[in-house]
């Protein structure tokens, strides 16, 4: 085979819970996933050298170089079977770059794949999963997909019962925000507090395994949601005009700063997509449901 595209998903967290910081920077994590249908592809082919191309909405703002997650994912890869990163990596992008909905991690995971295809290596899913903790966080979560809860990082996962499709209007803002300067912004907000152990919410787990979309509103949660929105105060409009359109919820997607607002159904998702629209409160606005597969091969030649 000369070229294999993999197809990879965005997700939501309907719940983020952060403990205090480590002491090696990090925070443990109660985090659950939910991927939806928002999609980027990675396209792996022989090449002289490693070289990463990058089209679609915002493509402009993806490093090109030997740091962008792709490449990192390649790398690793290669390393790890004695091989040269010798590939193109082209990102067709439709996930929001730096929207707190893992874009990078999904192109990560779907260049890690396509890899794996592309040289042939066969590597078991416990293998990808491993490299994948070490490229980042959300990066074991793009690969598998579905339902999730992570914890430590967020990179040791156990797949979770979803009992029905959950209909999401996500709203993308004027500019973004720096994961890192979130977790650093929930630190100075939190200093000299008691920070609780994080845990999964049973309610909220309950409710996604019913796959009731009011039941799952009333439980969803993102402890970083006071961080984001002291960095970008704007961001409480959005959410407020989503709720106003009739949002069973809203919520920062993860570090942010896109918003997601869970919808009673698809065509409410229609309705509150259009409010937002015409909000003035964001740049852009999409829809979509979850739970997704997560990377999937969808063409070798």
Same mark, same amino acid.
């Given at each position: 085979m000369s070229v294999v595209t993999v197809r990879v998903p965005a997700k939501v967290n309907v719940q983020l819970a952060v403990g205090a910081a480590r002491p090696d920077g990090f925070h443990d994590l109660a985090n659950v996933f939910l991927a939806v249908g928002l999609h980027d592809e990675v396209t792996v082919t022989p090449a002289d050298a490693l070289r990463v191309t990058c089209e679609g909405p915002e493509a402009a703002q993806v490093p090109l170089d030997r740091g962008n997650l792709a490449a990192r994912a390649a790398i690793a890869l290669a390393e790890r079977y004695g091989r040269t990163p010798d590939v193109h990596l082209h990102i067709a992008k439709d996930i929001p770059v730096a929207g707190g909905m893992a874009g990078g991690s999904a192109d990560g995971a779907g260049a890690l794949l396509a890899c794996d295809?592309?040289?042939?290596? &066969?590597? @078991? !899913?416990?293998?990808?999963?491993?490299?994948c903790a070490e490229l980042g966080s959300d990066v074991p979560f @793009? *690969?598998? &997909?579905g339902a999730a809860l992570g914890v430590g990082r967020g990179e040791r996962l156990t797949a979770l019962e979803v009992g029905g499709i959950f209909h999401w209007v996500f709203a993308m803002a004027g500019r973004g925000l720096s994961t890192p300067a979130v977790f650093r912004e929930f630190d100075r907000l939190a200093e000299g507090l008691d920070i609780p152990e994080p845990v $999964? @919410? !049973?309610? *909220?787990?309950?409710?996604?395994?019913? &796959?009731?979309?009011?039941?799952?509103?009333? $439980?969803v949660s993102?402890?970083?949601?006071? $961080? $984001?929105? @002291?960095?970008?105060p704007e961001?409480?409009?959005? *959410?407020?005009a989503g709720e106003t359109a009739g949002a069973l919820t809203g919520l920062v997607s993860g570090s942010g700063p896109t918003t997601a607002f869970l919808a009673r159904d698809a065509a409410a998702a229609e309705r509150i997509a259009e409010a937002l629209r015409a909000s003035g409160t964001c740049r852009s606005v999409r829809t979509a449901s979850g739970p997704a597969p997560g990377a999937t091969v969808v063409s070798v030649s």
């Open positions: 295809a592309l040289w042939g290596i &066969g590597a @078991s !899913r416990e293998e990808l999963l491993e490299i @793009s *690969l598998v &997909g $999964a @919410s !049973r309610e *909220l787990l309950d409710a996604l395994a019913k &796959g009731d979309p009011e039941v799952l509103a009333a $439980a993102n402890d970083l949601q006071p $961080a $984001a929105l @002291s960095l970008f961001l409480a409009d959005t *959410l407020a």
